[in-house]
């Protein structure tokens, strides 16, 4: 096959008065697609449930946008079953026709990326630059998986011995579960679902409760992209009536799950008991939390280190995995970099995503929002607010202000939990040594950030900074599909690297065949 290189999707720049007026319209136009119906989809067919599931607006919890079917055990399993009847003649499709796919699925998506952006601010409150940047990721991904599919496809290198001749390839493992998270209801969901589609596996998608119709638009994608029937199957439902299903069913080949620790590990653990029927040990691929810190130095660049921590900390409100929930600063520097990053988030717009000019929009859900001042009070008898510390009072969605405790012990719950929310803390640190000590004092291991113009401290930290994602003078949320792969240590996860090389080796098995000559 004859692809270009791959590069990374550009982001939109919204100070282009076109750009601006095509995003524009298409948030008008996807007003007037709210409130729809939307069915499960197993095996190519629409079935409906009298159960439903109702998406809501977190900038407007009032405005539906819109009810998909909720499918209960019988449906999860008539979903396993077609994605088992499917993957019979999936698995041997030519390699170029499921890379075809994909590459078609992101030309798609391509050319309905402002409508996509739209959705994601509507569904799960994305400000313009955060929708648009979720929607571009999931582009990448499937340009990149496609890509490195093309690479891992066919015989792999081994060495050859005399009298025989040798082969290696890789094979796909099966029927697959997909669950995705709400915070990046379009790019993970689609990073996810491709990678295993593209390696010859078949799959069930339930997407986050609180973003469905984020995912049903882009099985639109998927059926336009011409997708056989059955080889993906959307199945939005309850976590508490169909999760344990879809985690022991004795057809569940691998479960890709991006979400908390807590119901990763939950997961991992059901996962690996062996089920009377079942002939494999099962596969999870489990990414998880974060409680992610940035270091600042007592040499660093103090400006630079402020806005990288308020755009790595309130990006999103919070709701990254990589966001930025600890500053650990080194004494001399610590009053100023406070200071400083008191100053830029005190003066960040809030309001709701579908205005351009907001910089940070609501929090998912009111119980996200009450679960975030639940901590806040903790934190106000963990360390000293100095900015923030309430909902904003008479605003339609679920407003969080950006939240800043000074002071607090690295061992504080604010310190050590993963809130979720626009909520940082602020730990002293004697020395650059005792920084990194804290800063990997977690059960985490995600992402984290070091700003300093010390040689010696940045390779320190490279050595000793146990995360996933580490990052020098810069944010340390938006990794780039490809640049960055992206995935942590300890309980963020089982490390699976999104995005990188071997990411794809995840959803398939090598086999090795040896013919006497
Ligand atoms: P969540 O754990 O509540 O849900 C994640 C997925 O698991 C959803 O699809 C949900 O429906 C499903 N789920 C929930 N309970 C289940 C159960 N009992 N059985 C089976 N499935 C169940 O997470 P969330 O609130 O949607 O997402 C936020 C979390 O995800 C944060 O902890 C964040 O750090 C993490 N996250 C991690 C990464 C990463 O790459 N490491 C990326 C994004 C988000």
Redesign the pocket.
């Known amino acids: 096959m004859a692809i270009v290189e791959f590069r990374n999707e550009p982001l939109t720049n919204f100070g282009d008065p076109a750009l601006r007026r095509a995003q524009e319209e298409a948030l008008r136009r996807v007003e007037g697609e709210l409130g729809g119906r939307y069915p499960l989809i197993i095996g190519g067919e629409e079935v409906w449930t009298e159960k439903t599931i109702v998406s809501r607006s977190p900038s407007q919890p009032d405005r539906v946008v819109g009810t998909t079917a909720s499918a209960g055990v019988a449906e999860a399993v008539r979903a396993l079953e077609a994605a088992e009847k499917a993957f019979a003649s999936w698995r041997l499709t030519p390699v170029e026709f499921r890379v075809r796919i994909l590459l078609k699925a992101a030309a798609i998506l391509r050319r309905r990326r402002f409508e996509m952006n739209a959705w994601l601010m509507h569904e799960v409150g994305k400000p313009w630059v955060e929708a648009d940047a979720d929607t571009a990721e999931a582009i990448d991904f499937l340009e990149y998986y496609a890509r490195q599919m093309l690479r891992l496809a066919g015989p792999q290198p081994i060495t050859p011995y005399p009298g025989e001749e040798n082969e290696f390839f890789y094979i796909p493992l099966g029927v697959g579960v997909v ?6 209801p379009l790019a ?1 969901l689609v990073g996810m679902t491709s990678a295993a589609l593209v390696t010859g596996n078949t799959v069930v998608v ?5 973003a469905p119709v984020i995912a049903y638009k882009f099985f639109e994608v998927l059926k336009e992209a011409g997708l056989p029937d059955g080889v993906a199957n959307y199945l939005p439902g309850d ?2 009536e169909i ?2 299903v ?2 022991t069913h004795p057809l569940v080949r691998f479960i890709n ?8 590990a ?2 991992y653990e059901k996962a690996a008991k062996v089920q009377p029927g079942q002939k494999f040990l099962r596969r999870v691929i489990a ?4 409680k992610d810190a940035i270091v600042v130095a007592a040499d660093a660049d103090l400006d630079a280190a402020a806005e990288g921590i308020v755009t790595s900390a309130f990006g999103f409100s919070g709701q ?2 990589s966001a930025c929930s600890r500053v650990i600063a080194e004494e001399p520097v610590y009053d100023e970099i406070l200071a400083r990053v008191v100053e830029r988030a005190r003066a960040l717009r809030l309001g709701p995503a579908t205005d351009p000019e907001t910089q940070m929009g609501p929090v998912i859900t009111a119980e996200a929002r009450d679960r975030i001042l639940r901590y806040i009070e903790v934190g106000k008898g963990e360390g000293r607010l100095v900015l923030g510390g309430q909902a904003v009072a008479g605003a339609p969605g679920y407003l969080v202000e950006p939240t800043i405790f000074a002071d607090v012990d690295p061992g504080a719950r604010i310190a050590q939990e ?1 809130i ?1 929310g626009p909520v940082v803390a602020f730990i002293k640190a004697k020395d650059f040594r005792q920084a990194i000590e804290f800063a990997n004092s977690t059960q985490y291991g ?1 992402t984290g950030g070091v700003y300093s113009r010390s040689r010696e401290n940045l390779e320190y930290a490279r050595r000793e900074f146990h995360v996933g994602n580490l990052y020098f003078n810069r944010k340390i949320t938006g990794a780039l599909v490809g640049v960055q792969p ?3 240590f300890n309980m ?2 089982t490390d699976s690297k ?1 995005g990188g090389p071997d990411y794809l080796l995840l959803f398939m098995q090598g086999k090795s065949v040896s013919e006497r000559l």
């Not at 669950?179 to 990046?184: G, K, L």
């Not at 339930?206 to 609180?210: A, E, L, M």
Request: net charge negative; with cysteine.
């Open positions: 669950h995705s998270p709400f915070n990046f993970i339930k997407p986050s409760v609180h976590p508490a999760g344990d879809l985690t799950f991006t979400g908390s620790a807590a119901v990763g939950m997961l990414e998880m939390g974060g990254k995995c993963e979720f995600l992206f995935g942590g963020s996860g999104a």
